[in-house]
């Protein structure tokens, strides 16, 4: 098995990939979910309403179901993760990729002290597999490096992008600050399930569920591992699309602009990205 080694695109330095445009439409994914945590589908256009900055937006795109999905699945394997935690994650790792569907697009990546593609995104589904089993603990654990990396090898590929990244959570010698990292995330398009395997989850994997629309799991007992992975492949085919064509125009230089979604229904919750970088 050869990995191949990526670096991660600091600012001043993005992918060419990343979400900040002169914005032509802006696309939003959401899950809605019921009082009780369960997917709320069967809902229309007419549910949902979309603002930007406080500014109503008219919705131009709509569509409820199932789209393309490209995955990559990020497995912590430093030295820290070794033994029972390294083996629960390829196990997850095997639980999620059974619960896609088969035409889903799939990246495998090792993280350790940099992060490697060991499967190249495919839907062959036994090529992930096997990288999956071939994973051995090796490495410290530069998260927040590692994931700017894995966001950029996930970022060019077509439809739905998402990154689920199983790991103890705990980053080491990265040079990419907690701030710096939520930045990076906020300048790309990629759905992001950070998952904690351990006695603590950080709080930077809330703050990069919550700005991208992902959700995260925070596992103590491992038997939780399994149908959280399958409640997060059940996610992603449980999504509504909307789109819109701000009525404010970009300006000159990027800037943050904020968007608010709300469901006309009542007792309900929904999870959306918080926002994009207009330029």
Known sequence: MVAVALTSARAGARAAGQFASGVSLVEVYANVFDSTGQPVTGLTVDD?????DGEPQRITTFAAGEFPLSVAIGIDRSFSMAGQRLALAKAAARTFLDALRPADQVMVLAVGSEAGIVA??????????????ALEPWGTTPLHDTT??????????????????????????????ATELLDEVRRRDVLIYP????????????ELS??????????????????????????????????????????AEPEWRAIQLQVARPNVRVRARD???SR
């Open 195 to 206: 998952i904690a395997i351990g006695s603590a989850r950080p709080a930077i994997f809330a």
């Open 48 to 52: 949902f309403r979309v603002s930007e």
């Open 275 to 277: 926002g994009y970088y």
């Open 148 to 177: 700017v990396a894995a966001l950029d090898a996930i970022q060019p590929a077509k439809g739905r992008r998402a990154l689920v990244l199983i790991s103890d959570g705990s980053d080491r010698y990265s040079r990419t600050t």
């Open 120 to 133: 190249p995104l495919s839907s062959d589904r036994a090529a992930a597999r096997a990288a999956i089993d």
């Open 210 to 251: 919550t700005a991208t629309g992902g959700r995260t799991l925070f596992v103590k007992d491992p038997r939780e591992l399994q149908s959280g992975m399958a409640t997060i492949a059940r996610d992603l085919r449980l999504q509504y699309l909307l789109g819109y064509t701000p009525s404010r125009p970009p300006s």
